[in-house]
């Protein structure tokens, strides 16, 4: 449970970090799909080898922080919608990376794919997005039956040390966000 709601507080910090334009009715229904898709991945079964590479780990969550960095200081998020997620996802990316590990951030590859087409204008009509969400749904239903739920052994214990790097990096990427310094 603590892993759940951790990805889950990365996630709205990713969103609400990198300031982006208003998005289509449909649009959001593909990323609530997407949300709803990861948090299945994350709660399941999974038969992989018990890794713990922290010194990988660290590495690939600065490239995150950095490529965020970079897009929120090259491109106006404000009005470009690609640019705004891109940064989103990057910026979530190295946050999950650094507390949860890659083992446990590969499991959420799959929810990229709705995330990615909610980009796609001519997928943003309500209809689709209503379609994508109920396919998101379902598919995450299939994972839950399937695999069935995942057990505390599959987790790694979460230090609190863990979130002090990622909390002084949301906040630096807040300040790049907000133009405090560029």
Do not use: Y
Not at 25 to 35: L, Q, S
Not at 74 to 102: C, I, M, R
Not at 134 to 140: D, G, H, I, P, R
């Amino acid at each position: 449970m603590p892993h759940l709601l951790i990805l889950t507080m990365i996630a709205l910090i990713a969103i609400l970090l990198v300031p982006g334009p208003a998005i289509t009715a449909g649009a959001r229904m593909w990323r609530i799909g997407a949300v709803i898709l990861a948090l299945a991945l994350v709660m399941t079964r999974r038969k992989q080898p018990r890794i713990d590479d922290r010194d990988l780990d660290r590495i690939l969550a600065v490239g995150g922080f950095v490529t965020a960095a970079w897009i929120i200081t090259h491109w106006d998020t404000a009005t470009h919608q690609a640019a705004a997620v891109l940064a989103a996802a990057s910026a979530g990316l190295g946050l999950a990376l650094w507390v949860v590990g890659t083992r446990e951030t590969s499991w959420l590859a799959p929810a990229i794919a709705p995330l990615g087409l909610s980009l796609v204008p001519s997928l943003g009509s309500v209809m689709l997005g209503m379609v994508a969400l109920a396919l998101c749904a379902l598919a995450a239903l299939v994972l839950i039956v399937a695999n069935g739920p995942a057990p505390r052994r599959q987790f790694q214990r979460i230090v609190p040390a863990r979130l002090v790097v990622p909390a002084l990096a949301a906040i630096a990427l807040a300040a790049v966000a907000r133009g405090w310094f560029a």
